[in-house]
C-alpha cells in the first residue's frame, strides 16, 4: 500500500490567507492507469472539500499526480477551485 505525503500550501483566493496542510490529510484515489513503454502510469486524485480558516470560504483541493515510472512521481498539477494550492508530494510505502 502506499500513500502521498509532504508539506502542501494553498492560497486563499478570498483573502490570500495561506494555510499549511500535508498531502496525506487528503483524500487519495487511483482513477486510472494507461499502459507505457516502462509499465503502467498511474493517475490518482488527492482531493479534500475545506474552508479558509480566515475567511471561511469554501476550499477545494484538488491535485492530478501521475506516477510513472512506478515509484516515481512524473507529473502532478493543480486543480483546486476557491484556492492555489503548491506543494511537492512524495511517495511512502506503507506496510499492508
Ligand atoms: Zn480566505
Known amino acids: ?24 490529510d487528503l483524500d487519495q ?6 499502459d507505457r513503454q516502462m509499465g503502467p502510469e498511474e493517475h ?4 479534500l472539500d475545506t474552508a479558509c480558516p480566515q475567511c471561511g470560504a469554501d476550499v477545494s483541493i ?9 515509484g516515481v512521481i512524473n507529473m502532478f498539477e493543480d486543480g483546486s477551485r476557491g484556492a492555489v494550492a503548491k506543494g511537492s508530494p512524495s511517495i511512502d510505502h506503507l506496510d499492508d
Open 62 to 70: 484538488k491535485y492530478d499526480l501521475y506516477e510513472y515510472p512506478i
Open 29 to 34: 484515489e487511483s482513477v486510472g492507469a494507461d
Open 1 to 24: 500500500m502506499k500513500r502521498f505525503s509532504g508539506e502542501l500550501q494553498y492560497e486563499c483566493n478570498e483573502c490570500k490567507h495561506t494555510t499549511q496542510l500535508d498531502f496525506k
Open 44 to 47: 490518482f486524485e488527492l482531493t
